[in-house]
C-alpha cells in the first residue's frame, strides 16, 4: 500500500515541476503553497503579476585591436557614408535612381535605448550607400574576419541584407557605387519565396585572362529559416584564412564551412584536360550491348495468331437470366418538351433508364461467356537478346590539354578592397544593421561581437516570454509539436488520475481530490525553494 501511493505521488511530483518549468525567474515559496492547500478546500489561482524585465544598460562599443573598419552607428548620424546618385543600366528610367531612403535610428521595438544603427526605409527601391575603409584590405598572411548585425523588423518577402567589399581600383567612386561596381566579396543573407540564401561569393580573377569570374560558396545544410522570421537580431560572421578555408556563423555559431579550392561553384582551376571538340564518333561504332540471336529459329509449334482472351468454356449461364429483356427502356414517364422542334431538334427520343426488371434478376439481354486468359497465348515471336560480340562501349570523345587550363593554389589572395557597400532591392523596408567590423584578429572580432550583439542577445532574452509561450510560438511554425505536447503534458495527467482514483488498493476514505495528494506528498517530499527541486525526505 505504501509503495503504491509513493508511486502515485512521484507521479504527481512529475507533473507539478513540468508546469513549474514555465518560469524559473519566479521566486515561488512553494512550502507556504502547500501549508494553503493543507486540509482545507483547494484555492482558486490567483493571477499572477507579470514579471519585471531586466533592464540591459547600452554602451556603444569601442573598437580594440587591430581592425579595418568599424561602424555602430551610435552618433547618430551617417559621417563618413556616401549616398549613391547613380542609376541603374538597362532598366526604366522610373526605376533606375538609387533613391531608396537610409536613416540612422533606433529600432522599432528597441530594448537596449540609444542604441541605433542604419535601416533601409523604402519597399520596391533600389538602395546604395558605402563607406571608406581606414585602410585597404590585403590579402597577405592574415585572415580575414568580416561581421555584422541584421534585424528584420518587419520580416522579409524578397529582398537581400549582404554587404560588398568594394574592390581597390583607381576609378572607385563611391558617389557612383551600382550594382556593376566591382567587388571582392559579397556576403550576407538574402530571402525572395522560400528560399533563404546566406551568399558567400567572391570574384575570382583568371590568371591567364585578366578577366573575372563569380564563385558561390556550397548551400549550407542548416534550416535557416528563423534567422529571417523571428524579428531578433543576428549576427553575421565570415573568416577566410590564408590555407583557403573558410568558415560563415551565424551568433556565432558555424552553419557552413569549407575550402576555396574544393567548396566554390564554379571551381577555382579549370580541368587539366577537356574533350576534344574536333572528334567525331565513327560510323560504325557499336555502342550496343545487347543483340538479337541472329541464329534463333521460331518454334513450329509458336502460334502468333493466338488471342490473348478466349471465352470461358466451364462459365454457364445464371439461373433466371433475362434474355428477352433489354438492359436499358425508354423512360415511360418522360414528354416531349413543349419547345421540342424535329425540324431544328430532330426526333424526339425519350432518355434511357435502367429496366426495372433486371433489378432482382442476375442480368438482361443476350448472355455472353465471359472472357479469360488463354493458355496458349504467346504472342509475337522474337529472337532472344544475346551479348553484342562487336560491343565498344559508349563512345567519348578523346581527351586533349585544356589550353585555358590554370592552377591557382591560393585563392585567398583576392584583389585587395577598400570600402564597404550596400547594394540592395527589397520588397520590406525596416531592415536594421549595425556594428561593421572588419578585422585580422578572431579575438579582437569576438570582443566587438560581445560589446555589440551580445547586449542585444541579453536584452532580447530578459524580455522573452515564459517557456509557454514559446511552445505555443514553436507549434504555429511546426503543428506537428502539438503531438509532443499532448504526449508530454497529458500522458502524466492521465496516468495519475488512472492508477491514483481508479486504483483498486485505494483507502475508501480518500477521494481523488487534491488534499488526498498533498498529504501523500508531504509524507515523503520536502521542496528547497532556494534551489527549487524537491528532495525525498530521509525517513521515506
Known amino acids: 500500500m505504501a509503495s503504491y501511493w509513493r508511486l502515485c505521488v512521484l507521479l504527481l511530483a512529475l507533473s507539478w515541476a513540468g508546469a513549474r518549468a514555465e518560469d524559473e525567474g519566479d521566486d515561488v515559496d512553494v512550502e507556504d503553497d502547500l501549508e494553503e492547500v493543507g486540509d482545507g478546500d483547494v484555492e482558486e489561482d490567483k493571477t499572477p503579476e507579470p514579471p519585471v524585465v531586466p533592464k540591459v544598460a ?6 580594440m585591436g587591430e ?9 547618430g548620424m551617417l559621417d563618413g557614408w556616401v549616398l549613391s546618385k547613380a542609376k541603374k543600366d538597362g532598366i526604366d528610367e522610373e526605376i533606375a535612381k538609387y533613391d531608396g531612403k537610409w536613416e540612422v535610428e533606433e529600432m522599432i521595438e528597441s530594448r537596449l535605448p540609444g542604441d541605433k544603427g542604419l535601416v533601409l526605409k523604402s519597399r520596391a527601391k533600389h538602395h546604395a550607400i558605402a563607406a571608406p575603409m581606414l585602410r585597404p584590405f590585403i590579402f597577405d598572411t592574415k585572415p580575414l574576419i568580416v561581421q555584422y548585425e541584421v534585424n528584420f523588423q518587419s520580416g522579409i518577402d524578397c529582398g ?8 581597390q581600383t583607381p576609378d572607385l567612386d563611391l558617389d557612383q557605387f551600382v550594382d556593376k561596381t566591382p567587388y571582392t566579396i559579397m556576403f550576407g543573407p538574402d530571402k525572395c519565396g522560400e528560399d533563404y540564401k546566406l551568399h558567400f561569393i567572391f570574384r575570382h580573377k583568371n590568371p591567364k585572362t585578366g578577366e573575372f569570374e ?5 548551400k549550407p545544410d542548416a534550416d535557416l529559416r528563423t534567422y529571417y522570421t523571428d524579428k531578433k537580431t543576428h549576427l553575421y560572421t565570415l573568416v577566410l584564412n590564408p590555407d583557403n578555408s573558410f568558415e560563415i556563423l551565424v551568433d556565432q555559431t558555424v552553419i557552413n564551412s569549407g575550402n576555396l579550392l574544393t567548396d566554390m561553384t564554379p571551381a577555382i582551376n579549370p580541368p587539366a584536360e577537356i574533350e576534344d571538340p574536333d572528334d567525331h564518333k565513327p560510323e560504325d561504332w557499336d555502342e550496343r550491348p545487347k543483340i538479337q540471336d541472329p541464329d534463333a529459329v521460331k518454334p513450329e509449334d509458336w502460334d502468333e495468331d493466338a488471342p490473348a482472351k478466349i471465352p470461358d468454356e466451364d462459365a454457364v449461364k445464371p439461373d433466371g437470366w433475362l434474355d428477352d429483356e433489354p438492359e436499358y427502356i425508354s423512360d415511360p414517364d418522360a414528354v416531349k418538351p413543349e419547345d421540342w422542334d424535329e425540324d431544328m431538334d430532330g426526333e424526339w427520343e425519350a432518355p434511357q433508364i435502367p429496366n426495372p426488371k433486371c433489378e432482382s434478376a442476375p442480368g438482361c439481354g443476350t448472355w455472353k461467356r465471359p472472357m479469360i486468359d488463354n493458355p496458349n497465348y504467346k504472342g509475337k515471336w522474337k529472337p532472344p537478346m544475346i551479348d553484342n560480340p562487336n560491343y565498344q562501349g559508349i563512345w567519348k570523345p578523346r581527351k586533349i590539354p585544356n589550353p585555358d587550363f ?7 589572395r583576392m584583389t585587395p578592397f577598400s570600402a564597404v557597400g550596400l547594394e540592395l532591392w527589397s520588397m520590406s523596408s525596416d531592415i536594421f544593421f549595425d556594428n561593421f567590423f572588419i578585422t585580422s584578429d578572431r579575438n579582437t572580432a569576438d570582443r566587438w561581437a560581445a560589446d555589440g550583439w551580445g547586449l542585444k542577445k541579453a536584452a532580447e532574452s530578459a524580455a522573452e516570454p515564459g517557456i509557454v509561450n514559446q511552445m505555443l510560438t514553436a507549434a504555429e511554425e511546426r503543428p506537428w509539436l502539438w503531438v509532443i505536447y499532448v504526449l508530454t503534458v497529458a500522458l502524466p495527467v492521465v496516468l495519475i488520475v488512472v492508477f491514483c482514483c481508479t486504483g483498486k488498493v485505494r483507502p475508501k476514505d480518500l477521494s481523488c481530490k487534491l488534499p488526498c495528494f498533498y498529504n501523500a506528498f508531504k509524507s515523503i517530499m520536502d521542496y528547497d525553494s532556494k534551489a527549487k527541486k524537491f528532495t525525498i525526505k530521509s525517513s521515506t
Open 214 to 218: 563569380e564563385k558561390h560558396a556550397k
Open 160 to 167: 537581400g541584407a549582404y554587404v560588398k567589399l568594394l574592390s
Open 67 to 75: 581592425h579595418y573598419f568599424a561602424e555602430s552607428f551610435d552618433r
Open 406 to 412: 590554370f592552377e591557382d593554389l591560393h585563392p585567398f
Open 58 to 63: 547600452y554602451k556603444p562599443p569601442e573598437p
